[in-house]
């Protein structure tokens, strides 16, 4: 079987999604959908298929089994409902938190699955991104919500759920380089997880010229690193070790998707709708909190 997959958004991470499901035998990329035409139809171009402005002309013309949604966090919502309503139609869904699938985070969840965990520690720090919706709040939520969520996912995939966060952010720097920028130059979040480890994870998008990412997770026998997509380092009773990542975790996303709506089997989905959610709600609480002066928030609110 051949799942035929069309694309709405061909720019920036696109790029990366059309690339890996291009490699998959059983991927079969045939519509492009963007708002600027010249990028739809470079896609068109390069990999076969139609190119589209609409995307609702898109989702009409074309005998889609698999649509992938690459726009900016404004433009989710109306795209989602014209596709389907998810929980009524009860379809396959994966959402690309893409750490999950990669093995050294795996390896490192393994290790500290029967650990008692007390702390915590997560960041992000980069320069700020070229787009220009990305320094608009309300296009792009912040960096917590745009950035640092993979982060805050690997948390919640590694540690557990996340039941409160309390967060403080600055902004001193990026607006006087953009007039637009209305977001935080830098962002720490206090959280406290339901088996009653406690974290910080800290953001910022103000270096020029330096960026890193990383989780530590420092349990009672064992202190493991994730080194953002590179592999992980620990320290238990036998020492110090090393573990470089071995599966790109695009790709095995990717296979997964289509390979569960070939089979209908979704065992190897680890992060579906519903439960990306979930870090969405520790992401805007965190927002919410600054918002309130450092005010702690239940993520049993956001949730509703």
Not at 79 to 88: K, T
Not at 184 to 202: K, R
Request: with cysteine; glycine share 10%.
């Amino acid at each position: 079987m051949s799942v035929r997959i069309g694309f709405i958004g061909t720019g920036g991470i696109a790029q990366r999604h059309l690339q890996t499901l291009s490699e998959n035998p059983e991927a079969q990329l045939i519509a492009y959908c963007d708002l600027e035409l010249a990028r739809a139809q470079k896609a068109a171009a390069e990999y076969g298929g139609n190119a589209y402005q609409d995307f609702e002309k898109m989702l009409e013309s074309e005998q889609l089994d698999a649509l992938v949604i690459c726009t900016p966090p404004f433009a989710h919502g109306d795209i989602e409902l014209a596709a389907c309503a998810i929980q009524q139609a009860g379809v396959t869904t994966v959402v690309a938190y893409k750490y999950r699938w990669e093995d050294h985070v795996q390896k490192g969840r393994e290790m500290l699955a029967d650990q008692t965990i007390g702390l915590v520690f997560g960041n992000f720090w980069t320069s700020t991104p070229g787009a220009s919706w990305w320094r608009v709040k309300s296009q792009s939520g912040g960096q917590m919500i745009e950035q640092t969520t993979h982060i805050m996912d690997m948390a919640r995939f590694m540690v557990g759920e996340v039941e409160r966060v309390q967060a403080f952010g600055t902004l001193q720097a990026m607006n006087k380089v953009y007039p637009d920028f209305d977001i935080w130059d830098a962002t720490v979040a206090n959280l406290e997880f339901a088996n009653g480890a406690v974290g910080t994870i800290s953001s910022t998008c103000l270096s020029e010229n330096w960026g890193q990412s990383s989780l530590r997770v420092i349990a009672q026998k064992v202190t493991v690193e994730v080194k953002g997509g590179e592999g992980i380092g620990w320290v238990d009773a036998n020492g110090a070790g090393e573990y470089e990542r071995q599966i790109d975790g695009y790709q095995r996303e990717a296979n997964t998707f289509v390979e569960a709506i070939i089979s209908g089997d979704r065992s190897e989905i680890y992060s579906d709708y519903a439960d990306a959610v979930k870090t969405l709600a520790v992401t805007e609480a965190c927002n919410l909190s600054i918002e309130n002066g450092g005010e702690v928030i239940a993520i049993s609110e956001i949730l509703g």
